[in-house]
């Protein structure tokens, strides 16, 4: 298994008490990163619990970050132009990136509409290198402060899907991937796990209880889900915070509530 980080459990009544409590610490984390290194690296989630996260600090958060010094990255994207209704950049930038202060250059998306898709992949791999510009092996020595991640029922996080050979792949930093035949658009590019826990800090943003089967097993039987589930194999280097909604874990047990 992956680095030896115990996840971390914050369970919330709703949707917008998660995206609060997720808003909250990404101040606190963005404040210290660039206190500490001059800028503050985050890689942006798509899908449905997300956007409300993105809704949220735009309208209640977006002075307390200094956008100037945050890079925004993306986890994933489908092979669709940048203005399409599903493009994870488009939902990105309809609900947060158009209304901060941040630099264009300090945005950077993903050109999944080029072809072929393992162009695009090796393009996107290239802006990580030519930010970070890593030493050591293979890279090592580099680390986004934050990801986000999302988790579809069938347990697949970015576009890593269960049983795909890009689960292994520990070399490359982002791969083109076709997603299950029954998930469209089916061409995805994905940052790959080598990279996902390469970072300081992930958190899981998960809500609905059609995942509530896989978030009981990804947190009570860790090692049985490891063989099932992509999101199961996720282990950043420092923090790793599961976001959850009571739909999506009402156990109770150990967890901290964030209020509305």
């Not at 606190?28 to 449905?48: C, K, P, S, W, Y």
């Not at 996260?53 to 956008?67: D, H, T």
């Not at 990105?92 to 998306?109: D, G, H, V, W, Y």
Request: aromatic residues 10%; glycine residues 6%.
């Amino acid at each position: 298994m992956a680095n030896p980080v115990t996840p971390e459990k914050c369970v919330s009544p709703n949707l917008d008490a998660l995206s609060r409590g997720v808003a909250e610490e990404m101040v606190r984390l963005a404040r210290a990163a660039i206190d500490e290194r001059g800028h503050f690296t985050l890689v942006l989630a798509g899908g449905g619990t997300p956007r409300k996260l993105y809704q949220v600090l735009a309208q209640s958060y977006g002075e307390q970050i200094p956008w100037s010094r945050v890079h925004l990255f993306f986890g994933d994207e489908r092979c669709v132009p940048p203005d399409h209704p599903q493009s994870n950049f488009a939902m990105a930038f309809q609900t947060l990136i158009s209304k901060i202060r941040i630099p264009s250059q300090n945005i950077n998306r993903i050109p999944a509409e080029m072809e072929p898709t393992e162009k695009a992949a090796d393009a996107y791999e290239e802006v990580l290198w030519q930010f970070f510009r890593p030493s050591g092996k293979e890279g090592s020595s580099f680390s986004f402060d934050l990801i986000l991640l999302g988790m579809g029922k069938d347990g697949h996080t970015a576009s890593l899907f269960p049983g795909d050979r890009a689960l292994q792949e520990d070399h490359r930093w982002v791969v083109a991937v076709n997603a299950p035949p029954n998930t469209q658009p089916r061409q995805r590019i994905t940052l790959t796990l080598s990279v996902i826990n390469r970072a300081r800090h992930v958190f899981f943003l998960v809500s609905g209880d059609e995942k509530r089967g896989v978030v009981r097993s990804i947190l009570e039987t860790p090692e049985k889900a490891y063989k099932l589930y992509p999101a199961a194999r996720v282990r950043p280097r420092e923090r790793l915070l599961w976001f959850l909604d009571h739909a999506a874990y009402p156990q109770c047990g150990e967890r901290v509530e964030y209020k509305t």
